[in-house]
């Protein structure tokens, strides 16, 4: 379970909540809410005291008031964790984790549009045409790609609000790949 935990704290960032882990947690382990808490909860003591994470003491943004907040101890931790996940099942985390994001930040999602940016990016990303796609995404590729050009958009707004003029232009830059992408599908497939 140990791998499991740090494979899907791995897809949530550097920094991770015990609630995004444990919805994670849900789709793969077949046991109770509170059988899966608790084993969530007992293996990432284990992993504090291994020294690989640590709860942060700071209060940090999270999408649910009042979670414990982790982060890997090391970058390089969380990346050699992350490149050794499958990349069907990345591309489902991510998927699966930029969902909850949206559920739980209806209504004040322009505080999460880069991380729904990012997680809708990874999920197409690690999606490609040669991957069996699991049965469990609620949406197709074009879906997906529609949802990382419209967070990427908000994201790329936002930064230019507040004058981060070279991070507007990347969003902006990655949204118009993702259009021209679709539209190359297009003509592709049609």
């Known amino acids: ?8 704290a791995s897809i949530i960032g550097r920094t991770f909540w015990l609630s995004g882990l444990l919805e994670l947690a849900a789709s793969h382990l077949p046991n109770s809410t509170e059988v899966t808490r608790s ?20 209060p ?33 985390a991510h998927a699966e984790i ?4 949206e559920e ?19 999920a197409l990303a690690n999606w490609s045409a040669t991957l069996e796609m699991p049965l469990q995404l609620p949406f197709s ?12 958009t908000m994201a790329g707004d936002q930064a230019l609000r507040s004058y981060y003029t070279i991070r507007a232009i990347q969003a902006y830059s990655e949204a118009l790949d993702l259009l021209e992408g679709s539209n190359v599908d297009a003509l592709t497939l049609g």
């Open 141 to 152: 590729r074009a879906e997906l790609r529609s949802r990382a050009i419209h967070y990427l």
């Open 60 to 92: 940090a943004r999270s999408p649910l008031e009042h979670d414990r907040v982790f982060s890997f101890k090391h970058v390089l931790i969380r990346d050699v964790v992350y490149n050794n996940i499958p990349r069907a099942r990345r591309s489902q």
């Open 1 to 8: 379970i140990e791998k499991r935990v740090l494979q899907d």
């Open 39 to 58: 084993a969530v909860l007992q293996t990432l003591d284990s992993l504090v005291q291994r020294d690989f994470i640590v709860e942060t003491e700071k």
């Open 98 to 101: 930029a969902l909850w994001l």
């Open 104 to 122: 739980r930040t209806s209504g004040r999602s322009e505080q999460f549009v880069e991380l729904l940016a990012y997680h809708y990016q990874q």
